[in-house]
């Protein structure tokens, strides 16, 4: 977990100022005001972090991801777990050691959200296969959207069956590292988990992989309550 204790703040502002909209401290908001505008980060919830090179980029607790700056950006050494740059006042994301197993697992990108349609799937899986089910879809184009797996190459095809594992909420969010690390390690080629009740995180090797990713399960999320109602199963078997 990250040393909280560690503050070296305003001297190390340089590390958020730049001018290039790809610049992780720039990116950062853009894409939480992008996912604000999706229901994804309600109330200042959810999050999300960019790891470039040896600095792990992350927005901060209780900031309205829609009104956030770079000047809000924590900025975390890798290797060291220590903080390069504290913002006064605010707090560090709760969600950032679930981050780090992400990150530690090669990710370049970590997002996090509270989708009520991630929340929905995970009541729906619940109700229909129990707890320690996993949300399964297949024969839908969007699939198409999510990678094979880690070290695989290509992307899932529309015959494949996509599986997301869920795990189950805590009161604290630091506390669901454990069961998260467990599912990457069951389903290592897995680029997401839903918590129930809760929302889902979702990583990729880029900024822009991660995206892509979070937005496909979104859509196929949205689809599978949509199905539900219609009596519609979410997987064919022949």
């Not at 900025?75 to 220590?82: D, F, I």
């Not at 999320?221 to 022949?238: C, H, N, S, Y």
Request: proline share 5%; hydrophobic share 35%; glycine share 6%.
């Amino acid at each position: 977990m990250a040393n909280t204790d560690s503050t070296t703040s305003s001297n190390n502002d340089h590390l958020i100022s730049s001018t290039d909209p790809y610049h992780p401290a720039n990116l950062i908001c853009e894409l939480c005001r992008k996912f604000y505008t999706l229901g994804w980060v309600t109330g200042t919830g959810g999050g999300t972090s960019i790891k470039q090179n040896e600095h792990i980029f992350i927005a901060p607790s209780g900031v309205q991801k829609e009104l956030m700056h770079p000047d809000n950006i924590f900025v975390l050494s890798h290797s060291s777990r220590q903080y390069l740059r504290k913002p006064p006042i605010l707090k560090p994301s709760a969600c950032t050691p679930l981050f780090l197993a992400a990150f530690d697992r090669g990710a370049g990108c970590c997002i996090h959200t509270h989708s009520q349609w991630a929340v929905l799937v995970t009541l729906l899986v619940e109700s229909e296969k129990g707890k320690d089910a996993c949300f399964e879809i297949s024969n839908i184009e969007q699939i198409k959207g999510l990678p094979r797996g880690k070290d695989k190459e290509g992307m899932l095809g529309f015959f494949d069956t996509l599986r997301v594992p869920i795990i189950e909420n805590t009161a604290h969010e630091e506390d669901l590292t454990s069961s998260l690390e467990a599912a990457m390690e069951r389903y290592p080629d897995t680029y997401a988990v839903l918590v129930r009740r809760h929302g889902i995180y979702v990583w990729g090797d880029n900024v822009h992989k991660a995206k892509t990713q979070a937005e496909s399960l979104d859509y196929l999320f949205q689809l599978a309550v949509e199905m539900k109602k219609l009596g519609l199963p979410w997987t064919i078997r022949d």
